[in-house]
C-alpha cells in the first residue's frame, strides 16, 4: 500500500515545485515596489537640526520649511534643486553612530528609531522615520518631511 501513496507524493511535491516555479517571474518584477515607501511627494514640515558642517545657514533652512520634496524614480527635487538618477539603495544602521560617524551629528533632536533605514538619493538621504514619515538631510540640515496623498485633478491644496 506504501508504493501505491509514494507515486502521489511525488506528483504532489512535482506540482508544488511547478507552480513555484511559474510564479517566480511575477515576483522578479516587482523590484521598485521596495522603494513605494520613499517615491512620492513629500511636505518639508520643520527644521530638526544640522550636522557640524552645513551648506545652509538657519534662516536658509528655515525658508524650505513647507516645501516639497519630491522623490521620482529618475530625479529628487527640492525648492526646484534636483538631482538626477537616485540611487535607492539601503541600508541598516545604528542610529547613534551612524549620525555621529557619517553626519557629524547628534541623533537626540530627529526622533528616529535606535535601527534606522537609510536611503542613499544621490545627492542626499532619506532615514524612514515611520509610516509615511521620513528625515531629510539636505546639505547637512536635517528636516522632517510627511508624505503627501496624492489628490484628485482639480482639487489642489493650497
Known amino acids: 500500500m506504501q508504493s501505491a501513496t509514494v507515486p502521489i507524493c511525488v506528483r504532489l511535491v512535482a506540482t508544488l515545485a511547478l507552480v513555484t516555479a511559474a510564479s517566480l517571474p511575477a515576483n522578479a518584477a516587482q523590484p521598485m515596489s521596495t522603494n513605494d515607501d520613499i517615491l512620492g511627494t513629500w511636505r518639508i514640515t520643520k ?64 526622533g528616529l528609531p535606535l535601527t534606522v533605514t537609510v536611503i542613499d538619493l544621490s545627492c542626499t538621504e532619506a532615514l524612514i522615520k515611520g509610516h509615511d514619515r521620513i528625515v ?18 482639480g482639487q489642489a491644496r493650497r
Open 136 to 153: 531629510v538631510l539636505w546639505k547637512g540640515v536635517f528636516f522632517d518631511a510627511v508624505k503627501q496623498v496624492s489628490e484628485a485633478p
Open 47 to 110: 527644521m530638526l537640526d544640522a550636522s557640524n558642517v552645513a551648506a545652509l545657514d538657519h534662516r536658509e533652512a528655515s525658508r524650505l520649511v513647507g516645501k516639497l520634496f519630491i522623490v521620482a524614480p529618475e530625479k529628487v527635487s527640492l525648492n526646484g534643486e534636483s538631482c538626477t538618477e537616485p540611487e535607492f539603495a539601503r541600508h541598516y544602521e545604528d542610529t547613534v553612530r551612524y549620525l555621529r560617524e557619517e553626519a557629524h551629528a547628534s541623533s537626540w533632536k530627529l
